[in-house]
């Protein structure tokens, strides 16, 4: 049995439409979480999130899609456990909150209101890539900048132990 | 891999506070879902919920909890699959939604929720000892009432081919 | 200006198709609940819940909608206050929670949904020809029922002083 | 009666805790916002909310508050329409779907959760000494920065015609 204590969650954030280059960083983080034995949580959909499983996938590991409408079949062929949540674009909030650390890769809008859920969370937050945050330009960001994939994942295991 | 089109879950919904009854038939339904090979999804807290999980653990099954609140820590220690909703209650019509099918037992005005939810996403309710309902006293009830927690599994697993 | 803790909202919830008799029924419903400088809250699309609101509306009261969808260009026209969830039927729960009283007419699933939801948040709930409820079939319900539209809407006012 | 579709509604967003500057700003806006005759909609806490609906109080102006928790006592005092959404901080998503236009001031994670789904939804964005944004270093931020209270107000009320 997993122990729900000690098994962990990390997210992988980003848009449903992305560029090659995030596309393959996506699979690659998704193929190293799953090296790690680490359970790869997203929103479900296409994009950096089905490549991300993809990549889980062929490491053998487990992919959690919380998708935002009504039906599982919407999600990305590379679930494996789909959570119908009916509550839309709120359900980012469930994404986030189910993980104890967050990679963002690319990502538009929806990916800035995880950012911020997952600060307000007070979950680490990693970025491939991603959004650049500032408050009065002065701060230093809250967002853990990778360079690559390898890095990205390593960084976030760090964080959660 | 599981292939979400075709792993089924059955949900299995019922009150934190619940008879010896209940929990004994909760943990019977759980034990056969796990032998069917079905996936166990529930609100993954305490009573009904935590002696289904029980009983599916005991079949090796894999139990979802999907959680109120804001911590996995609330989960009840036989969630295999915590999900951190941060929605409250509202995360009822998620636990039904990502269900082909509902197992409600004995349970209190949240589950009624819940059946609301479920019949209103036109999946079947199997019924132990749960609630009644009716509009004007003559119509059939929509939920189909099973005598023992073997006969609630086998209609449920009917229902969903 | 409106005292938060001494404005009393009252819920209407009542399914979006509907018979002649519970359109009626909701038109005066709504209608008397204005009348008694009371808020109506709903969620804020057709049949029973425009009923109520075109009937407050006529008595010069404010109605809320609380939307499911995207957009507040989906309320019906007698909704003065749209809120546009974003969440779904899961804003089913928000409907009753920001009222102090529910008045139950008709309804489908969905209606049952918000009784349970209402019943768990210990909120008085009216019914006017809606479902009825038993555990076991030897408990009394918990659905105070009302035979006419002003009986419904003064048992209301009654149970939240 | 309130036109739905003619009424403007602009979500004024900003922390439970702010500085004194932030606050003063916020009340301006409130009182602005609600001199212009649109209606205020925010999250209903302390702060700059408090803050934002103090100053539409002032300007006679309606105020509505969607509230994260299970109880209205939680809003400050000056919200004239509490919604009690249950859903937690979910309820971001409301805020700002509820609205034309948003105008965020000062704040913190749950500020940026909201700027992100308020850029999703397509809404203008006016800020005031708020995040500033960037992908990539190399783009210009959606969010429209403006100097002072009264232009974020009328910049707010230009973009939404």
Same mark, same amino acid.
């Given at each position: *049995?997993?122990?729900?204590?000690?098994?962990?969650?990390?997210?992988?954030?980003?848009?449903?439409?992305?560029? %090659?280059?995030? +596309?393959?960083?996506?699979?690659?983080?998704?193929? /190293?979480?799953?090296?790690?034995? @680490?359970?790869?949580?997203?929103?479900? *959909? &296409?994009?950096? *999130?089905?490549?991300?499983?993809?990549?889980?996938?062929?490491?053998? &590991?487990?992919? =959690?899609?919380?998708?935002?409408? /009504?039906?599982?079949?919407?999600?990305?062929?590379?679930?494996?456990?789909?959570?119908? !949540?009916? =509550?839309?674009?709120?359900?980012?909030?469930?994404?986030?909150?189910?993980?104890?650390?967050?990679?963002?890769?690319?990502?538009?809008?929806? !990916? +800035?209101?995880?950012?911020?859920?997952?600060?307000?969370? $007070?979950?680490?937050?990693? $970025?491939?890539?991603?959004?650049?945050?500032?408050?009065?330009?002065?701060?230093?960001? %809250?967002?853990?900048?990778?360079? !690559? %994939?390898? /890095?990205? @994942? /390593? !960084?976030?295991?760090? *964080?959660?132990?």
């Amino acid at each position: *049995m997993l122990n729900t204590t000690k098994q962990k969650f990390i997210a992988v954030i980003g848009g449903s439409q992305a560029t %090659p280059a995030e +596309l393959e960083a996506a699979e690659q983080v998704g193929h /190293e979480i799953a090296r790690a034995g @680490v359970v790869l949580v997203c929103g479900g *959909m &296409g994009g950096v *999130m089905e490549a991300a499983c993809r990549g889980a996938c062929a490491g053998d &590991g487990l992919t =959690i899609g919380i998708l935002p409408g /009504e039906s599982r079949l919407h999600a990305n062929e590379y679930v494996k456990i789909p959570i119908v !949540t009916g =509550i839309g674009y709120a359900r980012n909030v469930t994404v986030v909150k189910s993980a104890q650390a967050v990679i963002a890769i690319g990502g538009s809008y929806g !990916t +800035l209101s995880e950012i911020g859920y997952a600060l307000q969370s $007070g979950l680490p937050v990693v $970025g491939l890539n991603t959004w650049g945050i500032s408050r009065n330009g002065n701060e230093k960001s %809250p967002i853990i900048e990778a360079k !690559t %994939p390898t /890095e990205a @994942v /390593e !960084t976030a295991l760090e *964080m959660i132990g």
